[in-house]
């Protein structure tokens, strides 16, 4: 595929053809799916210019956010780095990326006054122009994120890798990249990839969930665990013709920059225990769709697990039990994970299928 190609088609779809979030064909870069309920008056805040250009799948709202420095992947009109802006205070930091001129104008020209209506001295916020494939062309300082995040915006990369590899370099250790996207059910032939139209509507250029995987992977990201995802709604009798059967799905995965995390989920014999201290969750911290854990509740972990709280922003919020002493095998479930069949898990999500282990 062509890529200069690409990010002109790109750049012309969401800066030309694209007004407004009305004017997409698909649910698969639109939904405000389960906004919680603290979440509601910051966005409230929020310039409509900038809510009614927002074209995110998922979203992006990890937990302990506080004085952090985060980084926006394709971060458009500025929607989700306001609200983000918000939620590290004015000790924290939020950088936004976007290769499309018309979108970055308008993020840009609302920083004052976000700062004002979230009660900031100054601005908290930072755009620039560039390509999320070539982020160290932008002078950010490697190892110097806590977080970073993207919604629905790497499936329209040319060089997935490169991303990856891009934002492994940029996180600190401990970090993590945490971000909603599209992804498809097989591989996506090239004459739908070339469509501008499927392209643009984040479909076509979706990864096949296991090359996702095992890319993530590749690129450092050892054990990469979903946190949700849902089937995606081709609202388009044209587009879905074009499609056939195939299914496509949004998914939120956080990928942890951890060097000690194993290929496998491995037992050995440790717990963790939440203080139920983390702002806005009090009841309950979630780290993905497979680890639900309660407040007070002793909580069995394999030792990836444990390491993504242990050595993590999180671990002032847990109490550790276990060491590294005693191996007993691969923790209990791990294993028994299927790839994807219609005949192995029926109408279930594949990307859900493909979880974590444990």
Known sequence: MNEKLTYSQVQDYYGKVLQTSDDLKTDACCTDEGLPSYLKPILSKVHDEVLMRYYGCGLVLPEQLQGTRILDLGSGAGRDVYALSALVGESGEVVGVDMTEEQLNIADQYRDYHAEAFGFAAPNVLFKKGFIEQLDQLNLEPNSFDIIVSNCVINLS????????????????????????VYAERRTPQHLIDDEELYGECISGALYWNDFINLSKQCGFKDPRLVKSRPLAIENARLQEMLGDRKFFSATYRLFKLDELEPACEDYGQAVRYKGSIEHHADKFVLDEHHVIETGKMFPVCGNTYRMLADTRFSEHFEFFGDWQNHFGIFDGCGTVLPFSTDAIGDSDPISAAGACC
């Not at 890798?161 to 971000?179: D, T």
Request: hydrophobic letters at 30%.
């Open 158 to 181: 040319p060089d997935k890798q490169a991303v990856l590899e891009q934002c492994y370099n940029l996180l600190k250790p401990g970090g993590e990249i945490y971000f909603s996207d």
